[in-house]
Every structure is written in C-alpha cells, then in structure tokens.
C-alpha cells in the first residue's frame, strides 16, 4: 500500500436530483484540487433517502447520475466511488455504488446485499425490501494506492464481508451509508471501529448531511479509522485455518 490522499464527501441531500449533482461535480473538483486521488460519496447521493423515493430517483446505469460521476472522475483524474443511487434494472430496484477510474471507466457496480430492514417499536421502521431487491456479489477494485473492498451502510454490520474482503488482499474498505438518529449514536462509529480493529485496515464512511427536516434523518459524520498495528500484533499471520474459516459462497466482482 502507498501513500494517497482520500476525500470523504459528506454533502446536503436535497428532493432537487440536478442541483444534488451538480454539489458533486463541485465537492469533487475541489477535493482534487486538494490532492485526492479517492473521492468517497455517500449512500443516495443524488435523491433522499426512503423507500418512497426510491422508484422516483431510479435510473438505469449508465444514466444521467452515473454518467456525471464518469465525467467528474475523468475531469479530475481519480478513483469516485460513487456513494449509492437507486438503481432499476428489468424491473426491480437496487441500492447501486457504481465506482470510475481516472479515465472515466465504469470499474464496478456492488449492490447493497443486506437490506435495513428494522422495526423498534415505537421508534422507528424502515423496510428496504419493501421496494428494494438485494444484491449478490463481493465487490473489489484495484487502484494505484491498494485494493479497496466497496459495501453500503448495513454491509458494514456483518464482519464476514470485511473478513472476506480482507482475505481478498484489501487495505480499504469503504462503507457510503446514511445511518439515522436512532442507529447513528449508537452504532455508527462502534461498527467501524470494530471492523478496522478486527481486519486491520483502514475503514472510510460517508453519509449525507443531516438534514432535520428530512423525513429521514441522517446521523452524518462521516469518518476514517485506521487500526495500524499489523507488525505488533499480526493476526492475519496467527489465524488457525485449520480450526475455522469465512468462505464466500459466491465469486465476487472485481
């Protein structure tokens, strides 16, 4: 792994989709005049939050969101993973990160594969699969710097997809979420903290900004966590392979 500069792009989400990109092009513009070479967006970048909005703001990939990020990344000469955005596709509705390299190529696209499906009565309840279908594969890419494993907000409360991706040889992982006011406080941190300690790598988040007046309010900060102690304490060299393993079921994208 070498030395690069990551941005995290933490912006205000509004019900306007043209005016919600053009915040992009803007954010990541400036970020590469900063020296970045990984811009991080986050989850629903281009729409509000909720399953009510979902079927509103899908496009097809490519499609106008996608093809801006595809712009903005070869204008800027980067790596843009590309938050998420409701994506349709013969029918059915994804939470979509597509991710561009430096000369505006499509690297991937990882669907969000756990689905926030909560119910805390009294509180709050969000159904994702009441509009949503899951994704299906891993999702890793290559740049310069490292390899990056990609997952979207809920991804990041199961440690075998970081497991999974660590043994796949990534030193990044990068979660774009919007965890609310409820989870947010209570997890947010604590789960990325958790899965840099337990994989030893770095771990970046990015959330829309918090918007009271939304009808779902993100938490926001969005954070980078390092655990830099892999010559102290070499877990990955300590594992008993012999006693358990994380396999994947499926071959992942990437």
Known sequence: MT???????????????????????????????????????????????????????????????????????????????????????????????????????LILKHRKIHLFDIDVPGKIRFQESETLSPGNSLSTFDTPFCRVGVGICYDMRFAELAQLYNRKGCQLLVYPGAFNMMTGPAHWELLQRARALDNQMYVATASPARDEAASYVAWGHSTVYLADIRQQIPISSQRRDDLYAVTAMQQGSG
């Open 3 to 105: 030395a690069f500069r990551l941005a995290v792009v933490q912006l205000q989400v509004s019900s306007d989709k043209a005016n919600n990109l053009s915040k992009v092009r803007r954010l990541v513009k400036e970020a590469a005049g900063q020296g970045s070479k990984v811009v991080l967006l986050p989850e629903c970048f281009n729409s509000p939050y909720g399953t009510s909005f979902f079927s509103k703001y899908a496009e097809k990939i490519p499609g106008e969101s996608t093809q801006m990020l595809s712009e903005v990344a070869k204008e800027n000469k980067l790596h843009l993973v590309g938050g998420s955005i409701p994506e349709e596709d013969s029918g059915k509705l994804y939470n979509t990160c597509a991710v561009f390299g430096p000369e505006g190529e």
